[in-house]
């Protein structure tokens, strides 16, 4: 029965139809390779907020695009009747369910991304391990590069099972913490109040955002903790090159010895 509902449903296609219905996936095609081409040069142009959310629009405007495609498609090729609808979708949603089953499980959890946008391109984001920035999010996963220049692929559905981190969510504020390991013999006011102060001699540091130390004690002396936002979230790494080689130096101007962390401690 359901092979006659189907052969009812496409009894109307003619070649006049399929040229029709092609020259809509063309078209769309053409579209689609405009806007991920397009928009990403226009973000890279332009800095902060707007960068971010222009970028995080091209998935949103490429799942548009394909929607509606197949809604102009669909009735150009079966008559949109009830009948053939239900044909059409049921021997669809089967051949889905089984011979497509993990890439449908990604393809919905892509909805869902999009929806919820629990990372968005040019996002810093850790996923199982893998740390780097949100290069672009497909209908079934996302790309991120490494700081090591690697390209990772990560299907949407890792989103129903695993932790993510997000450094900076859609902002250009990521906050960078850099670590010091020192004796326990000093003067923690004096110390606290110089690595602040190293801190905001960085060039590549925002002023206008806190910069925080913190301080505590361990087992193999006194570990400080300078946390501060890079100008740029892709800053991160010469940021943190940065103040390790200011703070380092402003140390052992003021006799304060470095130590090593024990391996067990680590």
Request: glycine share 6%; with cysteine.
């Amino acid at each position: 029965m359901g092979d006659l509902d189907l052969s009812g449903a496409f009894s109307g296609i003619t070649t006049d139809a399929l040229l029709e219905a092609l020259l809509l996936v063309v078209l769309a095609s053409i579209l689609i390779m405009l806007v991920q081409n397009l928009l990403p040069r226009l973000a890279h142009t332009l800095g902060g907020k707007p960068r971010l959310y222009l970028l995080a629009s091209v998935p949103l405007l490429r799942l548009v695009v394909i929607v509606v495609t197949i809604i102009l498609v669909v009735p150009v090729l079966v008559e949109p009747s009830f009948e053939n609808m239900v044909a059409i979708f049921g021997a669809l949603g089967l051949a889905l369910g089984f011979a497509f089953k993990d890439y449908a499980n990604s393809l919905i959890a892509g909805i869902v991304t999009l929806y919820e946008m629990p990372y968005r391109p040019g996002d810093w984001i850790e996923v199982n391990g893998q740390y780097g920035e949100v290069k672009s999010i497909g209908t079934r996963s996302a790309e991120i590069v490494t700081p090591d220049d690697d390209v990772v692929i990560i299907p949407h559905s890792t989103l129903w099972t695993a932790l993510i981190a997000n450094g900076n969510d859609g902002t250009d504020n990521l906050m960078c913490v850099t670590e010091f390991h020192v004796e326990p013999h000093h003067d923690v006011s004096a110390v606290l109040s110089l690595l602040r102060d190293m801190a905001y001699t960085s060039p590549l540091v925002k002023t206008w955002q806190p910069v925080l130390v913190t301080v505590q004690n361990t087992p193999y002396g006194m570990q400080y903790k300078v946390k501060a936002y890079p100008l740029a979230p892709r800053e991160q790494f010469r940021f943190i090159t940065d103040l390790t080689a200011r703070g380092a130096e402003a140390l052992a101007t003021e006799g304060v010895r470095m130590v090593s962390v024990p391996v067990a401690a680590v």
